[in-house]
C-alpha cells in the first residue's frame, strides 16, 4: 500500500468514526452523565473493542462468514438486544444517579466489539500486507481516540451547559438513537437470517 492510498483509507476511517454510531452516541452519554469531568479513559474501552475485533475479523471474519453464513445476523441480533438493553437503562437515569454507573468501560468494550463498522474497517479499508498493516493499525488507533474523545467531551460540554435536565434529556435522546440503530440492526438481521435459512432449507 502507498502513502496515498494508507492516508486516503485512514480518511474513510475517520469519516466512519466520527458518524454518529452506538459506541459514540454510548460515549456522548457517558460525557453528559459525568458530574465534574468526563471519564477521558473510556476512549481506551473503545479502542480495544475495535482492535479486538477489527483484527479477529481481519483474520478469519471472510472464512468464517463463508463457512457459516448464518453467524453474521445471529452476530447483529445480539447487539441489537444488547443495545436496547443499555438504552432501558439510560431512560431511567434520574438527577439521583448521574455519577455515570450507567455508562462505563464494560459497555463501552462490548458494544463496540460488536459495532457493525468493524466489519468495514476489517474487510474494505484495512490493508492486507504486513507493513502497511502495521501503519494503517497506528493510524486507526489515534483516529479512533481522537473520535471518542471528541464524542464524549461534547457530550459532557452540552450537560454542563445545561444541568442536570439537560443531562437526563441526553441519555434519554441517546436511548431513542441506540433503539433506532438496534431497529435496524434488528431488522437487517432478521431478513438476513430469513434468507440464510431458506437457502439452508
Known amino acids: 500500500m502507498t502513502g496515498a492510498e494508507l492516508l486516503a483509507s485512514l480518511g474513510a476511517a475517520a469519516i466512519v468514526l466520527f458518524v454518529p454510531g452506538p459506541t459514540n452516541t454510548l460515549l456522548a452519554a457517558a460525557g453528559a452523565l459525568a458530574p465534574h469531568r468526563p471519564p ?81 474497517f476489517a474487510l474494505v479499508l484495512m490493508p492486507t500486507g504486513p507493513d502497511g498493516r502495521l501503519a494503517w493499525m497506528a493510524g486507526f488507533s489515534v483516529l479512533v481516540l481522537a473520535a471518542g474523545t471528541a464524542w464524549l467531551i461534547a457530550g459532557h460540554r452540552l450537560a454542563r451547559h445545561g444541568g442536570p435536565t439537560t443531562a437526563i434529556w441526553v441519555s434519554r435522546a441517546a436511548t431513542i438513537v441506540l433503539v433506532g440503530f438496534a431497529t435496524v440492526l434488528g431488522a437487517g438481521a432478521i431478513a438476513s437470517l430469513g434468507r440464510v435459512i431458506g437457502v439452508l432449507v
Not at 72 to 89: D, F, H, M, T
Open 40 to 120: 477521558l479513559a473510556l476512549p481506551l474501552a473503545e479502542l480495544a473493542g475495535y482492535l479486538v475485533s477489527v483484527t479477529l475479523l481481519n483474520l478469519f471474519g471472510s472464512a468464517l462468514f463463508d463457512a457459516a453464513p448464518i453467524v453474521a445476523p445471529i452476530v447483529r441480533l445480539g447487539l441489537a438486544a444488547y443495545l436496547v438493553a443499555i438504552g432501558c437503562c439510560l431512560w431511567r437515569t434520574s438527577s439521583d444517579d448521574l455519577p455515570a454507573r450507567t455508562v462505563g468501560w464494560r459497555r463501552i468494550f462490548v458494544a463496540t466489539l460488536f459495532n457493525p463498522k468493524a466489519a468495514l
